[in-house]
């Protein structure tokens, strides 16, 4: 059968797919949520859960950056849970470089990647602390 076909029968039932897909979604939330975990994965960064979890092993399960694990909880209907270890890379190239909590990365990112910033910042808070 043709894509052509595909995406006609896909207009004509497009209703029935979505509600089949939300009412698996709503009955199977850890599937969906690995499956969208592993596609991430594979979609942004090219690597696979194995790739990622053999990262953790060898940062032994901590960011880093500051040495600790995640504790950041995920707020948006997750239950509470713990957030994964961020993976983070550079932006100009794409390439990974580790796995970061969820503050050091959001550091790292609103520093633009920044070395000399973050050494600026760092004389900073020395020449102004206390």
């Known amino acids: 059968m043709s894509s052509e076909y595909h995406k006609q029968w896909y207009k004509k039932n497009k209703e029935k797919v979505n509600k089949k897909a939300l009412e698996w979604r709503k009955n199977n939330p850890e599937k969906f949520e690995e499956q969208s975990w592993r596609s991430h994965l594979n979609r942004t960064y090219g690597i696979t859960p194995e ?41 100009k190239t794409g390439k990974i470089r580790r796995l970061l909590c969820n503050r050091c990365n959001k550091c790292v990112g609103q520093l633009d990647d920044n070395p000399h910033l973050l050494r600026t910042m760092a004389d900073y808070l020395e020449k102004y602390n206390g």
């Open 51 to 91: 790739k990622y979890n053999e990262m953790i092993y060898e940062q032994n399960g901590v960011c880093a950056i500051c040495l600790n694990p995640e504790t950041f909880i995920e707020p948006k209907g997750n239950n509470n849970k713990l957030k994964r270890l961020c993976v983070d890379h550079c932006h």
